[in-house]
T-cell receptor, first 115, second 113 residues
Framework: DAGVIQSPRHEVTEMGQEVTLRCKPI?????LFWYRQTMMRGLELLIY????????DSGMPEDRFSAKMPNASFSTLKIQPSEPRDSAVYFC?????????????FGQGTRLTVV | AQSVTQPDIHITVSEGASLELRCNYS??????LFWYVQSPGQGLQLLLK??????LVQGIKGFEAEFKRSQSSFNLRKPSVHWSDAAEYFC???????????FGGGTRLMVKP
């Protein structure tokens, strides 16, 4: 397996524009996580899915952020409208269910810059 | 709520010297504990994990960590550091309901020649 695949690797956008980040989890993994990494706040969990269903979105900063998982092999994180303070590295991770291997495998991240 | 503290933001060691990175956690039940490493511009790679059993766990790249329940600690160690170990290291605690991870703030390791 190629691991967790995120696209794009880098995104530069203007304030007010819509941004969509994409993630392809490892095949067979039932859990998918979106994290955000900033200098100020470190690594924060934004939302996670189990079997394509959002389980906990309490980490989503505000209504401008939304995440979907239309099928087991694809998830998106959308920011609309984007703001400069959204600049960060966004990581997607996937894992298999409890009782099996529980480690999360991370993608290489999307570095978002909002100007 | 669970939390993780990594007291050292930066650590510099000489190549060949031993290393210990500190990690303290707060969690109500038996924790699932992890150490990840992040090289510049890269994602996070799992070094090792503790779920149960032997409190001394071995990981990749010659790293090990010891779970000490009485001290709520999970310190990472390596007997002899290589220049390629320079990176940022994150300790994390996992939730029982999956592994939604709470990360510490990270420790940036620099290795002197």
């Amino acid at each position: 397996d190629a691991g967790v695949i995120q696209s794009p690797r880098h995104e530069v956008t203007e304030m007010g524009q819509e941004v969509t980040l994409r993630c392809k989890p490892i095949s067979g993994h039932d859990y998918l996580f979106w994290y955000r990494q900033t200098m100020m706040r470190g690594l924060e969990l934004l939302i996670y899915f189990n079997n394509n269903v959002p389980i906990d979105d309490s980490g989503m900063p505000e209504d401008r952020f939304s995440a979907k998982m239309p099928n087991a092999s694809f998830s998106t994180l959308k920011i609309q409208p984007s703001e400069p303070r959204d600049s960060a590295v966004y990581f997607c991770a996937s894992s298999s269910p409890p009782g099996g291997e529980e480690e999360a495998f991370f993608g290489q991240g999307t570095r978002l810059t909002v100007v | 709520a669970q939390s993780v503290t990594q007291p050292d933001i930066h650590i510099t060691v000489s190549e060949g010297a031993s290393l210990e990175l500190r990690c303290n956690y707060s969690y109500g039940a038996t924790p699932y504990l992890f150490w990840y490493v992040q090289s510049p511009g890269q994602g996070l790679q799992l070094l090792l994990k503790y779920f149960s059993g032997d409190t001394l766990v071995q990981g990749i790249k010659g790293f090990e960590a010891e779970f000490k329940r009485s001290q709520s600690s999970f310190n990472l160690r390596k007997p002899s550091v290589h220049w390629s170990d320079a990176a940022e290291y994150f300790c994390a605690v996992g939730d029982n309901a999956g592994n939604m991870l709470t990360f510490g703030g990270g420790t940036r390791l620099m290795v002197k020649p």
